[in-house]
């Protein structure tokens, strides 16, 4: 087990030339050092799990506590993850094989679907915990589809055809799964009623617009937009209008995530060396000038 202390964590560190732009208090929670990827956030919004580049495993970082603890000890890489809305399971997917794979606190993994062989990726609980939303990929499939999983009936169900999509994401109703995928040249974000029907559409002409994420409710939505210069995160209502763009950054952001019962967003950063961190924006808090250039120092 390895425990780290937020005081390193909290290494204010990108690269002496990061800039980021908002309006908005921006602090830094995982540095480059960690290099954290497939960040997931517990219900509850007190256990933020990811997979520390250190090992390729998973770990998880206490907001109470400061402390991050190692989870799991795969002979695997272990890619994305997602907890169980009582917080007693966490489901994840080893690489390169795919495998989903379920584990209870202080147990052994085990695998969750053995007998389907279907390669799996960005798994999601929806807020029941009866139904399990994911990226798969059967043998016999050219690309990826979004499947969902019924723990009580051991059903799957394939819910798009004919597209490739990446990153769904329940609604807080789960009535809706949002989800990015190609347009042209340009990638867009297409939400789903829960049974596969296309709801609505959300594009750009000049952006690409990825990883949408769900607020408190169906009708707040947060999600990245990007060109060849600038990567913004944006927020809008669920038809699209109403749009504010909260952070711009020179480096990609991605996988934005609203920490429940609260007005801040988590939001991935990657620098140009491939590092990541994670950074926390206060939507309660707005700094004094409007354009505010954040350079931070790498210690």
């Given at each position: 087990?390895?425990?780290?202390?937020?005081?390193?964590?909290?290494?204010?560190?990108?690269?002496?030339?990061?800039?980021?732009?908002?309006?908005?208090?921006?602090?830094?929670?995982?540095?480059?050092?960690?290099?954290?990827?497939?960040?997931?956030?517990?219900?509850?919004?007190?256990?933020?799990?990811?997979?520390?580049?250190?090992?390729?495993?998973?770990?998880?970082?206490?907001?109470?506590?400061?402390?991050?603890?190692?989870?799991?000890?795969?002979?695997?890489?272990?890619?994305?993850?997602?907890?169980?809305?009582?917080?007693?399971?966490?489901?994840?997917?080893?690489?390169?094989?795919?495998?989903?794979?379920?584990?209870?606190?202080?147990?052994?993994?085990?695998?969750?679907?053995?007998?389907?062989?279907?390669?799996?990726?960005?798994?999601?609980?929806?807020?029941?915990?009866?139904?399990?939303?994911?990226?798969?990929?059967?043998?016999?499939?050219?690309?990826?589809?979004?499947?969902?999983?019924?723990?009580?009936?051991?059903?799957?169900?394939?819910?798009?055809?004919?597209?490739?999509?990446?990153?769904?994401?329940?609604?807080?109703?789960?009535?809706?799964?949002?989800?990015?995928?190609?347009?042209?040249?340009?990638?867009?974000?297409?939400?789903?009623?829960?049974?596969?029907?296309?709801?609505?559409?959300?594009?750009?002409?000049?952006?690409?617009?990825?990883?949408?994420?769900?607020?408190?409710?169906?009708?707040?939505?947060?999600?990245?937009?990007?060109?060849?210069?600038?990567?913004?995160l944006i927020r809008s209502r669920l038809n699209g209008n109403g749009i504010s763009v909260l952070m711009e950054s020179d480096f990609a952001l991605s996988n934005p995530i609203w920490i429940p019962n609260s007005e801040k967003v988590l939001v991935t950063?990657?620098?140009?060396?491939?590092?990541?961190?994670?950074?926390?924006?206060?939507?309660?808090?707005?700094?004094?000038?409007?354009?505010?250039?954040?350079?931070?120092?790498?210690?």
């Open positions: 087990m390895r425990f780290w202390v937020l005081l390193f964590c909290l290494i204010l560190g990108l690269s002496a030339t990061a800039q980021f732009s908002s309006i908005y208090q921006i602090d830094t929670l995982l540095s480059e050092q960690v290099n954290a990827q497939y960040a997931a956030i517990n219900q509850t919004g007190t256990k933020l799990l990811f997979t520390a580049s250190i090992d390729s495993q998973l770990y998880f970082y206490d907001f109470n506590t400061a402390v991050i603890q190692q989870f799991t000890n795969e002979n695997r890489a272990v890619e994305a993850s997602s907890w169980s809305p009582e917080d007693e399971k966490i489901v994840f997917v080893t690489h390169p094989e795919g495998q989903l794979k379920q584990q209870y606190f202080a147990d052994e993994s085990s695998l969750l679907i053995p007998e389907r062989v279907v390669k799996a990726s960005a798994p999601q609980f929806n807020h029941k915990g009866n139904l399990l939303l994911f990226i798969g990929q059967r043998q016999s499939q050219q690309h990826s589809h979004i499947y969902t999983y019924d723990f009580k009936y051991d059903n799957l169900n394939q819910l798009t055809r004919n597209v490739v999509a990446e990153n769904p994401r329940w609604s807080p109703s789960d009535k809706l799964i949002s989800f990015n995928t190609k347009d042209g040249l340009v990638k867009k974000i297409v939400l789903l009623n829960w049974y596969g029907a296309v709801d609505k559409e959300i594009k750009n002409d000049s952006l690409n617009l990825i990883d949408a994420n769900w607020g408190d409710s169906d009708y707040k939505m947060i999600y990245v937009g990007y060109n060849e210069r600038r990567h913004y950063c990657t620098n140009y060396a491939g590092e990541r961190m994670i950074l926390v924006l206060n939507l309660d808090e707005q700094t004094t000038f409007e354009d505010v250039l954040f350079k931070i120092l790498n210690e």
